[in-house]
């Protein structure tokens, strides 16, 4: 059981972006950010008291699959829902939106 769920988590894990190359559905993804995260998250996604910079290295470090994952699954124990009731393509417009924060060096 505990190997299927594994298997089950490494799969959504190397999962690509269906609209990696589909830069007009980043406005959508903009405004579910804005509807959905930005109150935790910032306007700019870097970060308030609530929840962290979404900007960071480490996080734009994670393939897209993984932040997938997470805005599936959240991290309920630690105050970051679970997003798993929007649809998956508006989740994925949210990962093309985590991208776009990357940060300024
Ligand atoms: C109620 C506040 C809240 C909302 C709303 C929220 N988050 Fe979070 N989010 C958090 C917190 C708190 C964490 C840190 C959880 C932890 O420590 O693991 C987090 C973590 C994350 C992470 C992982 C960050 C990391 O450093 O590992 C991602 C990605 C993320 N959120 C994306 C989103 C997206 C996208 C949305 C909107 C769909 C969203 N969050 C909405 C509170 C929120």
Redesign the pocket.
Known sequence: MKILLLLALFAQAERVNPLASRPDALPGGAK??KQ??A???GEDGRGTS?????S?D??QALSDGE?FQ??TG??VR????S?SN?PELQ?WQ?VL??RSLVKAH
Request: positive net charge; glycine residues 4%.
């Open positions: 579910l950010f959905k995260c109150m935790c998250h609530k929840a962290p910079d979404l960071r480490e996080l932040l997470k805005i959240g991290n630690r105050d970051m829902p997003f929007i989740r949210l939106k985590l």
